[in-house]
């Protein structure tokens, strides 16, 4: 079967156990003396006929030697050129990562970029896709690919405000014009004049424009390279994505949480020669073997992640049995 396996050691988080369990966004020293052979071999072993690496961490650093923000210290930032090199050598295709909703970092340093209120569910906000946070994401984006022009790219966290897609639109300096423009009046300044229907036009036009000025630099830099968008689809056909040009204009449409219906729908509207990818492995922890192989029966990809303690390079103990169910899922697709 023509099938991407692609089992990934989630390098944007770090998983701890003391003082108490918590998942945090890694640092740039956390991961930064991984083994490239190391970490290649383990998707090997895992059974992945794809590579995956970020180019940039949700954390906001590189694992290559960008120009355009913080890198890891010592061989951290060429971790990502040798693990492309390995991949080559191994005739596998590679994949890697920016986060679009957030970045640690730049979020910290730009607080007048982040979306006003979204910070009530995650400490760290969720950036404006009306920005200039775009306007750096593309310029990383164009960076990277001239070095590396990977066969997959995927943008991961593409949302406005929060994961979830219930998030209203707030007034702010840079919500102003685009708002005038895409509703046709006044932003007004008190967020309860904006309704929920303007609140969803708006934030479906802002997102198709940042997936447009996306799509475009990678598709002028590196013709070659397919993309992946990654909205989290908690269920199918929800209102933001009906009908998205993000939908038709992505190479691949992936399922984070890959529930019967997601992956129903996802399948339902996918344009000829696109690819559905989904989950094996999650938050909530593995598929069934056996369901892994009746997706990719069904023509679908399939991906998962997992994380680990840094600055030791295994799975943590909570994923390992996670991780011996996506093997012998991926043993019995072959």
Same mark, same amino acid.
């Given at each position: 079967m023509d099938v991407i396996k692609m089992m990934m050691f989630d390098l944007n988080w770090s998983k701890h156990d003391a003082p108490h369990p918590c998942?945090? &966004?890694?640092?740039?020293? =956390? %991961?930064?003396?991984?083994? &490239?052979?190391?970490?290649? =071999? %383990?998707?090997?072993?895992v059974g992945n006929n794809a590579i995956f690496l970020q180019a940039y961490t949700y954390g906001g650093y590189a694992f290559y030697p960008t120009r355009l923000g913080p890198v890891p210290p010592g061989p951290g930032q060429h971790l990502l050129p040798k693990v492309f090199e390995l991949s080559h050598q191994a005739g596998l295709p590679f994949c890697s990562y920016f986060c679009v909703g957030a970045d640690v970092a730049t979020n910290g340093y730009h607080g007048e970029w982040v979306i006003p209120g979204s910070r009530r569910t995650w400490s760290h906000g969720f950036l404006g896709p009306e920005s200039p946070w775009t306007d750096l994401l593309c310029a990383?984006?164009?960076?990277?690919?001239?070095?590396?022009?990977?066969?997959?790219?995927?943008?991961?966290?593409?949302c406005y405000g929060d994961l979830k897609t219930d998030f209203q639109v707030q007034p702010y300096w840079f919500v102003k014009e685009p708002f005038a423009r895409i509703i046709g009046r006044p932003m007004p300044e008190d967020p309860a004049q904006i309704t929920p229907e303007e609140s969803l036009e708006y934030k479906r036009q802002v997102l198709a424009?940042?997936?447009?000025r996306l799509r475009d630099t990678v598709k002028e830099t590196s013709p070659q390279t397919r993309i992946c968008f990654t909205p989290p689809y908690w269920g199918p056909a929800d209102p933001q994505w009906v009908d998205h040009p993000m939908l038709a204009g992505s190479d691949m449409?992936?399922?984070?949480?890959?529930?019967?219906?997601?992956?129903?729908?996802?399948?339902?509207?996918?344009?000829?020669?696109?690819?559905?990818?989904?989950?094996?492995?999650?938050?909530?922890?593995p598929m069934s073997p056996e369901e892994m192989l009746k997706w990719a029966q069904r023509g679908c990809d399939l991906s998962g992640y997992l994380w680990g303690t840094p600055p030791v390079f295994k799975p943590h103990s909570a994923h390992v049995a996670g991780m011996e169910a996506v093997k012998r899922g991926f043993e019995l697709i072959g």
């Amino acid at each position: 079967m023509d099938v991407i396996k692609m089992m990934m050691f989630d390098l944007n988080w770090s998983k701890h156990d003391a003082p108490h369990p918590c998942n945090l &966004p890694s640092s740039p020293q =956390d %991961w930064a003396w991984v083994d &490239p052979q190391t970490y290649f =071999d %383990w998707q090997v072993g895992v059974g992945n006929n794809a590579i995956f690496l970020q180019a940039y961490t949700y954390g906001g650093y590189a694992f290559y030697p960008t120009r355009l923000g913080p890198v890891p210290p010592g061989p951290g930032q060429h971790l990502l050129p040798k693990v492309f090199e390995l991949s080559h050598q191994a005739g596998l295709p590679f994949c890697s990562y920016f986060c679009v909703g957030a970045d640690v970092a730049t979020n910290g340093y730009h607080g007048e970029w982040v979306i006003p209120g979204s910070r009530r569910t995650w400490s760290h906000g969720f950036l404006g896709p009306e920005s200039p946070w775009t306007d750096l994401l593309c310029a990383r984006v164009r960076e990277f690919l001239r070095e590396y022009p990977v066969d997959w790219l995927m943008f991961d966290w593409f949302c406005y405000g929060d994961l979830k897609t219930d998030f209203q639109v707030q007034p702010y300096w840079f919500v102003k014009e685009p708002f005038a423009r895409i509703i046709g009046r006044p932003m007004p300044e008190d967020p309860a004049q904006i309704t929920p229907e303007e609140s969803l036009e708006y934030k479906r036009q802002v997102l198709a424009e940042q997936f447009g000025r996306l799509r475009d630099t990678v598709k002028e830099t590196s013709p070659q390279t397919r993309i992946c968008f990654t909205p989290p689809y908690w269920g199918p056909a929800d209102p933001q994505w009906v009908d998205h040009p993000m939908l038709a204009g992505s190479d691949m449409l992936l399922a984070e949480f890959s529930s019967e219906e997601t992956m129903a729908w996802l399948l339902s509207i996918r344009r000829p020669g696109q690819r559905v990818m989904g989950t094996v492995m999650n938050v909530h922890g593995p598929m069934s073997p056996e369901e892994m192989l009746k997706w990719a029966q069904r023509g679908c990809d399939l991906s998962g992640y997992l994380w680990g303690t840094p600055p030791v390079f295994k799975p943590h103990s909570a994923h390992v049995a996670g991780m011996e169910a996506v093997k012998r899922g991926f043993e019995l697709i072959g």
